[in-house]
Every structure is written in structure tokens, then in C-alpha cells.
């Protein structure tokens, strides 16, 4: 089975560089470097390249050519998307500015006073979503996986300092349920990444760009159970300095077929889903073999 490994790549090393870099220089400075780092990543990490190269040929339809000159983009903007977030958590002097579409959907969701969930992806910059939901005025919770090394997670946390939103880990007990429906009956916000699971985890598929893939069931099932207004979101990267944020309409999934729920939630995240990946292709950071043989 296609699942991801749970660890994201890096070094506490290579961070030190950008953030000594960063605050020394800038930005602009740090892009530059960046430019580097990208195409060594395009020469020397076989694997996810050829991954990604396959993502561009056979889900988006590229030319080899052109799958390669989105290979080099597609790291470029993950490290940008990486910088981005240091730079604006950080309170480093920076010129990103933000447009939003669907705010209106979110500051409903506040407003009925039920809590809500955002399902969201590896697409575009999902923390930098997170920054920007402080704006709402409640109190929000990203749920995710423990995706960096645990010493490169310590130096990053001791870099940006008190984050801007809770983080709430999945682990192996049930211990983040107990979390998260203790924040949505608060009236809190809680953000999942929707796209990514471990092995031997429960998965549900469906066609995603042409061919069949899993995607975690708990997501899906929570916002099935849990009753609770549901929105996707996605934060995508438009130019060098600037973010544009999307929130959808709001979904109520109450469904007599309990069963069935989960999957028609799921259908209506992967059409979002794979409308961004068509306007934002170079934006898609799934670095493993996404679907199944």
C-alpha cells in the first residue's frame, strides 16, 4: 500500500543557513541561495524526482521537458513555501501581502457557534493558512502528524517562538479525538490535512486525477460524525511576494447512511482538491508515490 513515511526532509543544518541568511540579509538573499538548493535536490534526490516528474507527465499531462522545468519550480516553491513561513512567524521584515477568497464562509462558521473543520492538503502553504486564520478571532487547531525530525522540530519551534495556532498531534492512542472534540465544543476552529496517512491506518479511495488513491479515513469521518460545518481550504503561492488564500462554501454533511457519509465528503475535497492542483500544479508536496498500482 502507497503511504507516506511521516518525516519530511531537511537538515537542522541547512535550516540554520537560511534562517542566518534571513536575518542578516532578507529574503531576497535567501531565494537566491534557494535557486541552488532546488536544482540540487533536481540532480540528487532521484526518487522524489522521478515521483514528481511522473506527477507532471501522467497526472497533469507536461511534455518530459516541461515536467522538468516544473520539477526544478516545484522544489523552488517548496522552499520558498519554507522560508515564507519562518519569515512571517518570525516577525522577520518581509513584503508578503494576502488576498482572500470565501472569508465570509469562515467568519460564518464562527458565528454559528458549533466549532468547524477545515480540510486542507499538501498543496500551496498550508501553515501559512493557518497564520493568516488568526484573523477570524477565534481560537484554531491544526491537526497533523509530527512530520519533522525531532531536533529539527526544536530548533524551528525555538526560532519562530509561540505560534499562532494549536497544534494537535495525531497519535497512535485515540488521545487527539478527545482534542478535537473538546475544541469544536469550545466553538473552536480545527484544520486537518486531508491527504496524507501512515501505514496501517484506515484509508478510504476514490479516482483523484485519473486513477484511484487513498486518502486517511479520519478526516472524513469525523466531519461525518461530528456534525459540524465544514469548509476546504488552500493557501497558494501567486507571485514572489504574494499568498492568495481560499476558503469554499460551507458543507453540513448529516447523512442517515452513516457509512456512506465519509465517502461523499471525500468526493467533494477532491474536486477542490484537484481544481487547485490544476491552477497551481508546481504546488503539490507530496513527495511519495500518492497512488496505489
Known sequence: MTSWEGKSKGTKFGYSIFIGILRKFGVIPAYVLLRFVALYYVIFSAQTSAIMLD?????????????????????????????????LMSGIPNRLTFNFDGEENLRKIVSMERGGILLSAHIGNWEIAGFLLKRLGTKFNIVMYEGEHKHIKEYLDSIVGEREFNIIVIRNDISHIYQITDALSKNEIVCIHADRFVENHRTISTEFLGENANFPL????????????????????????????FASDIHEYESVNRNKAPGNILLDFVT??????KLYPEQWYNYYNFWTA
Open 272 to 277: 477542490e482538491l484537484e481544481k487547485k492542483i
Open 218 to 245: 479520519g478526516p472524513f469521518l469525523l466531519a461525518s460524525r461530528l456534525k459540524v460545518p465544514v469548509s476546504f481550504v488552500f493557501a497558494m503561492k501567486e507571485s514572489t511576494h504574494h499568498y492568495h488564500f
Open 55 to 87: 506527477f507532471f507527465k501522467q497526472r497533469i499531462g507536461f511534455s518530459k521537458f516541461r515536467s522538468l522545468l516544473k520539477l526544478y519550480r516545484n522544489y523552488y516553491l517548496f522552499g520558498q513555501s519554507l522560508i515564507d513561513k519562518i519569515v
